[in-house]
């Protein structure tokens, strides 16, 4: 009976050690498969007309506390997931360039990629029709700025087509 718990402490541990690798959730899942296999084999025990030695009950009572120790770290990793966290989707958004759709005095909607996210302007206030570009993503809500550099790029063009059209004139002020 001691080899079959040995063998049951080494199981458990292996199971144990990927539920934690792969995450919270397979850590809960983890702990619980580890606790019913020892229940079962120690209701397996009970029932059976050998005499169960000191160690065996020990390992049983460790592979207990494995399991519910794993349980316990799985459902802490699940509470306490930060919503700082954001998904790789939100993520994707950061430096994103768009338009406000509103104007922003601080919050409003903007247009990223084509879709619709309500937004706070970063800074003052931000005309509708204004590039903007994310800063922050926070689940459904971005904090954005004026894109500077595009309107940096907008005022180049327009001094290029404003210099065009004086030397169309002949008025050329080099």
Do not use: C
């Given at each position: ?6 063998v049951l ?13 792969l ?12 606790f019913?296999i020892?229940?079962v ?5 009970a ?60 919050s ?7 879709e ?7 800074e ?17 809500h ?17 001094i ?15």
């Amino acid at each position: 009976m001691v080899i079959v718990s040995l063998v049951l402490l080494v199981l458990t541990l292996f199971v144990v050690a990927a539920g934690v690798h792969l995450g919270p959730h397979s850590s809960i899942g983890a702990g619980a498969s580890s606790f019913v296999i020892a229940g079962v084999a120690v209701a397996f025990l009970a029932g059976s007309s050998r005499s169960v030695t000191t160690l065996t009950l020990l390992i049983y009572g460790l592979i207990f506390v494995i399991s519910v120790g794993t349980i316990a770290l799985g459902v802490r990793g699940v509470m306490s997931k930060s919503k700082a966290l954001t998904p790789q989707r939100y993520l994707s958004l950061l430096g994103r360039t768009g338009v406000a759709s509103t104007d922003l005095a601080p919050s409003g909607t903007v247009t990223v990629d084509g879709e619709s996210w309500s937004a706070d302007a970063l800074e003052g206030t931000i005309k509708e029709g204004t590039n903007i570009f994310v800063v922050e993503a926070d689940q459904i809500h971005l904090k954005v700025a004026i894109d500077t550099f595009s309107l940096a790029s907008q005022n180049g063009n327009e001094i290029d087509k404003s210099q065009s059209k004086e030397s169309e004139n002949g008025t050329d002020h080099n």
